[in-house]
């Protein structure tokens, strides 16, 4: 009697242990900056996919604001807890590689296990690491330039604006402050916003923050050329700090002719949806065949200005952990999952993979389809986008440290705000990137 129970009392023990076993899973905590709720009710679908295919791991989402990525990640370091795989832009990625917190060994393995030929060789040149391999996984990116009314310029008789004289003279020629209408909007607040828009302008003009040998020259004669012409340019804007949202709404209630924005507006424009609620809460009809965009820039040089977004891995976590975060990007970068991401931000999305971007399932979109050829010659601009942390083929990550304090806008509201010449607003500038990089 004894010995049957002592089997039984065993038996259960070893079916308990073996179910708990088979229902133990890794979680794996993922970070994105796709905070608005359809977005994330796709990357959650997502999720149910991976989950569903791979029973032995949980991914738990967490949505953070692009601006509020460099302190979340100080806090997390501060309290011990930091996710396994985090989707952020290159800059933030450069700056956490150079300081040590990336596992570049889980990066160049998905990489190498997806293809590095299939990636768009921009994209990997914005997440290279300066001695080798990469410091994230390109995950998609989007093209930035100047969204104008076409239609508007044929009447004014003025040439597109695609360089820096042609731009102006139309700001100030359809600049109406008395009656609420303006003639473009660039950023002029401290935020990601205004550092994008105004690197075009730098780079269009070979102003640069770094020299080739790592020093900061933001204080440059071409810089402060830059500061003062989008000082002037920012005359001819709504009153107070613009930002994007004050771009985007602005534009598609017909009160600017031209706004500094992303392929992301293209389904706004495209499909005429929008939360724009103005005076009469409507937008310009059939914008898409009014509007034409400019992506770019000529001064001095030729300069397209994008972003390349990441996914990129964090060490000090565990190998199980790992293992599941590696699978869970590669799972995101495959096919339809892939695909159905990119849909999330038609257009604003680009495909980083080249087999991705020509896939016809990619193609069969309702605002790829309003957007005509115009998509695909926007998504060209992908492989040859520039950025202040790259100079002579060199990448500089100290450049992550001058982002995440916002230095760049905070120079721009120096002179929109306070009244400071470029001269004053550049040394201020350079006084603060010096520190930032020390």
């Known amino acids: 009697m004894r010995k049957k129970l002592f089997l039984f009392i065993l038996v259960s023990f070893l079916l308990v242990g073996l179910s708990t076993s088979i229902l133990a899973k890794t979680t794996v905590e993922y970070w994105t900056t796709q905070t608005e709720e359809d977005r994330v009710e796709v990357i959650n679908n997502l999720i149910d996919r991976f989950e569903a295919e791979n029973p032995n791991y949980e991914i738990n989402l967490v949505t953070v604001q692009e601006n509020d990525i460099p302190t979340k990640l100080v806090a997390g370091m501060a309290a011990g807890r930091l996710p396994e795989i985090v989707e952020m832009g290159a800059e933030v990625i450069l700056k956490m590689g150079a300081e040590g917190m990336i596992s570049k060994a889980d990066v160049n393995t998905v990489i190498d296990k997806i293809g590095s030929n299939d990636f768009f060789k921009g994209s990997l040149k914005m997440l290279a690491s300066p001695d080798s391999g990469y410091y994230g996984v390109p995950f998609h990116g989007w093209v930035q330039g100047i969204w104008y009314r076409e239609d508007l310029f044929k009447e004014k008789g003025l040439k597109p604006p695609t360089n820096w004289n042609n731009i102006i003279k139309a700001a100030e020629t359809f600049n109406n402050p008395a009656e609420q209408k303006y003639g473009i909007v660039i950023g002029t607040n401290k935020d990601a916003y205004t550092r994008q828009t105004f690197t075009q302008y730098a780079l269009a003009n070979n102003a640069r923050i770094f020299s080739e040998d790592g020093k900061i020259i933001f204080n440059s004669p071409a810089m402060i050329e830059t500061l003062d012409f989008y000082n002037r340019l920012a005359q001819f804007t ?201």
């Open 238 to 438: 709504p009153p107070g700090p613009n930002g994007w949202r004050d771009a985007r709404d602005l534009y598609l209630a017909g009160r600017v002719p031209m706004m500094m924005y992303s392929t992301y507006i293209m389904d706004d424009i495209g499909l005429e949806a929008t939360a724009y609620q103005g005076e009469k809460g409507s937008i310009v009809a059939n914008l898409v065949d009014k509007t034409a965009f400019a992506n770019k820039m000529t001064q001095k040089s030729d300069s397209v200005f994008g972003q390349i977004m990441g996914l990129t891995f964090i060490k000090g976590n565990k190998d199980d952990q790992m293992e599941g975060a590696r699978l869970f990007a590669e799972f995101l970068l495959s096919g339809d999952n892939y695909i159905d991401f990119l849909h999330m931000a038609p257009g604003g999305m680009n495909p980083v993979r080249s087999s991705i971007a020509e896939n016809s399932h990619y193609l069969d979109n309702n605002v790829l389809e309003v957007w005509g050829e115009k998509a695909g010659e926007i998504a060209g601009g992908l492989d040859s986008i520039g950025k202040f942390g790259y100079v002579a083929g060199k990448v500089f990550p100290e450049i992550g440290n001058i982002t995440s304090q916002f230095i760049v806008g905070q120079t721009i509201m120096k002179m929109t705000e306070n009244g400071w010449t470029a001269e004053k607003a550049a040394e201020w500038g350079q006084k603060e990137m010096e520190e930032a990089i020390e």
